[in-house]
């Protein structure tokens, strides 16, 4: 998993409320065995019409925003399925980091694996966000995990908190099993011990 220390870069805004998994990553892209090639199905039925082409007035077609490095939205943000290719689509279209008053619980946690900030701010501050996003197209903002603070396209400071753990897995580029590879000299006295306590367990066949 890739480290997530900082980001700056152009900020989306996408004041919609219930963004759904199924609209960020329609299931007519979810056939992939690999994790490759999400970025093209990364909201796809918004992004493009019947025959393929891009539709102009959808936000990410705009040309500051199709290098988006973060992503702002209404509340209740990556509800509906668990599909985890929609977080793998934001991360191949370039967007490192979400904020939105609030998530669905499995987006968040899917995104947390897999290297995708989501951060939370209050209802109020996401609307003056988006409101100066809107006033402001390909204004850049800056998504701090290591001080956990956004600075907005006006240099105003946005304080957030992350859960430690996950803020340390994140910052380290560390997914579930680098985590418990943190314990690996643990794992081997305990497997040494256990060797000698109980060798029929290890006995192969």
Not at 127 to 149: N, S
Request: hydrophobic share 45%; with cysteine; glycine share 8%.
């Amino acid at each position: 998993m890739e480290k997530f220390v900082r980001v700056t870069g152009v900020a989306c805004p996408l004041a919609r409320i219930n963004v759904d998994t199924d609209a960020i990553m329609p299931k007519r892209w979810c056939v992939s065995i690999t994790k490759e090639g999400f970025d093209k199905g990364f909201f796809g039925d918004w992004r493009y019409d019947l025959d393929g082409r891009e539709i102009p007035s959808f936000v990410l077609n705009r040309a500051p925003y199709r290098d988006a490095k973060i992503l702002v939205a209404g509340a209740n943000y990556g509800c509906g399925s668990s599909r985890e290719m929609a977080v793998w689509g934001h991360l191949q279209f370039g967007i490192r980091a979400v904020i939105a008053p609030s998530f669905a619980s499995i987006f968040e946690e899917n995104s947390f694996k897999n290297g995708l900030l989501p951060v939370v701010l209050p209802e109020a501050v996401v609307i003056d966000l988006l409101a100066a996003l809107d006033a402001h197209p390909g204004a850049h903002m800056t998504v701090d995990l290591e001080a956990e603070r956004v600075t907005g396209p006006d240099a105003r400071v946005y304080p957030f908190a992350v859960e430690p753990a996950r803020r340390r897995a994140l910052l380290e580029g560390q997914d579930e099993i680098g985590q418990t590879l943190r314990h690996r000299g643990a794992i081997d006295a305990f497997q040494a011990a256990d060797r000698t306590r109980r060798p029929w367990v290890w006995r192969s066949t």
